[in-house]
């Protein structure tokens, strides 16, 4: 389906394209949320007419976005989720949550605006993308560990999980013979025993 964009979208074209999209695309999503208008002759007539005042509008919804994005961008949130011990949560973290911390913060987002590919799943720092406008996107810093001391050793830098398992491995040493074969050991203390017995 041919369509004439109303705003800027991404990977797609600027005001006043006229692009060939998908008729389940352009169905559910750029004609609802008007985005987009049926490429025909009468709505070309209508876009070239409103052409100035829908560009205006678009300049000011950008201007608004621009001074919302300085309150919002490299902010850094902090979330304290339950972990198993290789990392895993129990769990996932999703867009809500981050809007939530975000306005613990003060920072109102939308949860459209919040550019998160799949729900987050392990411990770690995540850069998160905020689309306050087509043209105007932000990055927040989400910080998820298990307890405010993990929290506080990550944002230094420290990674956590690969610092565990090295002190796991250093608590644990086991005697290696390489050229022992299964069973032998089992063997040498039956031997032992039985040469007591013999005494």
């Known amino acids: 389906m041919e369509v004439i964009l109303l705003e800027r979208v ?15 695309f352009a169905r559910n999503f750029l004609l609802p949320r008007k985005k987009a208008l049926r490429s025909n002759a009468t709505n070309r007539k209508l876009f070239e007419a409103n052409r100035a005042q829908i560009e205006a509008e678009n300049a ?20 304290i989720r339950q972990a198993s011990n290789t ?8 867009a809500r949550d981050i809007i939530e911390a975000l306005a613990d913060d003060g920072a109102k987002i939308l949860k459209n605006q919040v550019q998160l590919g799949n729900p987050i799943k392990a411990i770690g720092i995540y850069n998160v993308k905020i689309s ?13 560990a298990r307890s405010p001391e993990e929290a506080e050793l990550q944002s230094q830098g420290v990674d956590v999980m690969a610092s565990m398992f090295e002190r796991d491995e250093a608590g644990f040493t086991e005697d290696y013979d390489p050229n022992a074969e299964p069973g032998d050991i089992a063997r040498e203390e039956e ?5 007591e017995v013999e005494a």
Do not use: C, F, P, W
């Open 191 to 195: 031997s032992e025993a039985t040469t």
């Open 132 to 144: 306050l406008h087509a043209e105007v996107a932000v990055t927040v810093k989400v910080n998820v």
């Open 60 to 79: 000011s919804r950008k201007a608004d976005a621009e001074a919302a994005a300085t309150g919002v961008d490299g902010k850094s949130v902090t979330l």
């Open 10 to 24: 991404e990977k797609l074209g600027r005001i006043g394209d006229v692009v060939t999209v998908k008729d389940g």
């Open 87 to 94: 990392g895993q949560l129990y769990g996932s973290v999703s």
